[in-house]
């Protein structure tokens, strides 16, 4: 990607890929990525937000240390209207998916409300007001994937048994939460709110992608009782949680993450590159937007889904897909695996392209929700004018970046001032945010972020991929 010389290159790249991806000419800086839009009666100042990028940096308390608050600094500084989070937040221990991830409690509250101040701050002293500044916090429990007491033992937390994803872990085979536990768990999720009501922050996110507990929760198809089979007892939860904010925090917007489409698990194939497990049933049932057959989709679902979350007070989406445990050229489409990954199975552009189009799709059904796309920072140079291309033609509100805005956080402001894009900030999608906490590492960008170029994981990850062939 970074070797193509013109818009003209890339368009021909993404024809080639089959990748039906639109595309402006030019990124116009008073264009389409420069004006506002609403969020249940709130204005968000242009059309850029950075999504959720966690850093396993937190202390084992659950608190920011030096290295959060640095990177929500730089979410500040970047010139994004609409801060999605921040980074996911336990609502509380067991459901971390590390020892170091950021928790929310009565404890920590304080340490968090200045975590949002120092952001929102370094926005005003870079960008002037903050009136049409929207930050949200990201509130999860981790579910299947839980690692709250080590980094290297999981403690899973089930919605149901999945027969593939057990088997990925059957030496800690998890306990499966009852219908009392999940109601627990509700109010645990709405106390998780308030608090991030009280520490300043606009929107709360009622998580549900990636293979964590919510998004397990859309595909309990066998799932008896109260939180299992039709669809309307699998959006219990987010309706739930969603009626008890809004009875008590009516001020406090609501949002959610949501894999719009799954699959059945991938796994590495005998050439490296990912290939679907045998699900060894005429009918696959467990992928939430799926089509039944484990690697096909069909949105159906989760537009209905969608409607029932507008109707319990949801009034912005960010869209994803897949999980980075079992799919992740779904999820986040790249030029090099992490670690414990495989090759593309598709061109990454095709998996652009079709997050893209996902959301176009369900944007056009469901309608009065603002809507947050996710899987641009493959397009590198070209993030710019598929975003503005998207935006202007109605496919999304507002472009999300991931990856690139630990690498180039500037980028929005960069692209909105009509300035030269410094190339060499530009994320590369190496995977190395990835690798680093799948070995224990803090998250960040080691190939071109000066302060974890030059910590001693780095050299770490560089051996790694030089064994993993990369």
Not at 37 to 58: H, S, T
Not at 397 to 404: A, K, P, T, Y
């Amino acid at each position: 990607m970074g070797g193509l010389k013109d818009v003209e290159a890339f368009a021909s790249t993404c024809q080639e890929a089959k990748a039906a991806l639109p595309i402006d000419p030019v990124v116009e800086s008073t264009g389409p990525l420069s004006t506002s839009f609403d969020v249940a009666g709130r204005r968000v100042g242009n059309r850029f937000a950075i999504l959720p990028m966690e850093g396993w940096d937190g202390t084992e308390l659950g608190q920011p240390t030096d290295l959060t608050r640095r990177r929500w600094e730089r979410f500040g500084h970047g010139g994004a209207k609409l801060i999605w989070g921040g980074e996911a937040f336990a609502i509380r221990h067991d459901g971390r998916a590390n020892p170091n991830q950021l928790v929310i409690n009565d404890t920590n509250l304080a340490a968090i409300a200045d975590l949002r101040e120092y952001l929102v701050r370094a926005h005003a002293e870079r960008h002037g007001s903050t009136t049409d500044l929207l930050v949200g916090m990201q509130l999860t429990h981790s579910g299947r994937w839980s690692r709250p007491n080590r980094k290297d033992r999981l403690e899973p937390l089930l919605a149901y048994h999945h027969p593939l994803l057990d088997a990925r872990h059957a030496d800690q085979p998890g306990h499966l939460l009852s219908d009392d536990a999940l109601d627990r768990l509700v109010d645990d999720f709405v106390r998780a709110g308030e608090l991030a009501y009280k520490a300043g922050f606009d929107f709360v996110d009622i998580k549900h992608c990636h293979g964590y507990l919510g998004h397990e929760l859309l595909s309990a198809i066998g799932r008896p009782g109260r939180y299992g089979g039709s669809l309307e007892n699998r959006a219990r939860f987010v309706v739930s949680v969603a009626n008890g904010l809004r009875a008590n925090v009516p001020k406090l917007l609501l949002g959610t993450r949501l894999s719009i489409y799954d699959s059945v698990p991938y796994r590495k194939g005998p050439s490296g590159t990912g290939m679907p497990e045998d699900h060894s049933t005429a009918s696959y049932g467990l992928a939430f937007g799926g089509d039944g057959t484990g690697t096909g989709f069909d949105l159906e679902e989760p537009a209905a889904w969608l409607r029932l979350a507008r109707e319990a007070g949801i009034s912005m989406v960010c869209t994803t897909a897949g999980s980075p445990y079992y799919s992740p050229h779904l999820q986040r489409p790249a030029a090099a695996p992490p670690s414990d990954g495989y090759l593309p199975p598709e061109d990454p552009l095709v998996g652009v392209a079709r997050q893209i189009e996902a959301t176009g799709w369900l944007k056009a059904r469901v309608a009065g929700l603002a809507w947050v796309g996710s899987a641009y920072s493959y397009l590198q140079e070209w993030l710019g004018v598929v975003g503005q291309a998207v935006v202007r033609h109605g496919l999304v509100d507002s472009v999300g970046l991931g990856r690139m805005a630990l690498s180039y956080p500037d980028m929005p402001a960069d692209l909105l001032a009509g300035k030269q894009l410094e190339r060499q900030r530009i994320c590369r999608t190496f995977s190395d945010c990835t690798s680093a906490p799948r070995r224990g590492l803090v998250s960040g960008c080691y190939p071109l972020d000066p302060l974890y170029r030059d910590r001693p994981e780095a050299l770490e990850l560089r051996q790694a991929r030089q064994r993993q062939g990369g």
